[in-house]
T-cell receptor
Framework: KAGVTQTPRYLIKTRGQQVTLSCSPI?????VSWYQQTPGQGLQFLFE???????NKGNFPGRFSGRQFSNSRSEMNVSTLELGDSALYLC???FGLGTGGTGELFFGEGSRLTVL | KQEVTQIPAALSVPEGENLVLNCSFT??????LQWFRQDPGKGLTSLLL?????REQTSGRLNASLDKSSGRSTLYIAASQPGDSATYLC????????????FGQGTTLQVKP
């Protein structure tokens, strides 16, 4: 059974650019969540999508956005990149609320973004 | 606002020791609790999930317990091995079965041969 797949694994951008990260959840999972991990702030929740709808949102500026497609794959976008956006971006999938799942989240290997 | 504290922040032990990692929540009203392992530069690996109706879960040499009344969870690792060296993170679901987890800062474990 394939796990959560994130692409690209590594990328380097410059300030002001924008970036799109992709996440393919475990087959059958309808919930996809995104997290930012930095040495200073640890793991912080960005947003969650379930059945193509944003269900939860963390405390991040509007430059951070996401979407989910009908096949449950998700993308997140960061516009006007800042140096502080350098981080490991992690995607997690689960069956989601009301689907009879346990609520257990499974994470991908992450996308390492470096902003110069 | 829910906050999660993990103690200790770092731990170094000789191989073979049994050890306990601690996790506490400021708001005891958590739903599920999940323990993860993270190796350097890698993603998170789910170790154990304690669902809202449960108090304990076991997997191999790992045992996790949850006391909702006190807002505390412990992860017990028996007979530690060098391969257990990693950062261990606990995370709670705030109120329901969603993808939003509140994470602690983690405990970095080093097991020396």
């Amino acid at each position: 059974k394939a796990g959560v797949t994130q692409t690209p694994r590594y990328l380097i951008k410059t300030r002001g650019q924008q970036v799109t990260l992709s996440c393919s959840p475990i087959s059958g999972h309808r919930s996809v969540s995104w997290y930012q991990q930095t040495p200073g702030q640890g793991l912080q929740f960005l947003f969650e999508y379930f059945s193509e709808t944003q269900r939860n949102k963390g405390n991040f500026p509007g430059r951070f956005s996401g979407r989910q497609f009908s096949n449950s794959r998700s993308e997140m976008n960061v516009s006007t990149l800042e140096l502080g956006d350098s981080a490991l971006y992690l995607c997690a999938s689960s069956f989601g609320l009301g689907t009879g799942g346990t609520g257990e989240l499974f994470f991908g290997e992450g996308s390492r973004l470096t902003v110069l | 606002k829910q906050e999660v504290t993990q103690i200790p922040a770092a731990l170094s032990v000789p191989e073979g020791e049994n050890l306990v990692l601690n996790c506490s929540f400021t708001d005891s009203a958590i739903y599920n609790l999940q323990w993860f392992r993270q190796d350097p530069g890698k993603g998170l690996t789910s170790l154990l999930l304690i669902q809202s109706s449960q108090r304990e879960q076991t997997s191999g040499r790992l045992n996790a317990s949850l006391d909702k009344s006190s807002g505390r969870s412990t992860l017990y690792i028996a007979a530690s091995q060098p391969g257990d060296s990693a950062t261990y993170l606990c995370a709670g679901h705030g109120s329901s079965n969603t993808g939003k987890l509140i994470f602690g800062q983690g405990t970095t474990l080093q097991v020396k041969p």
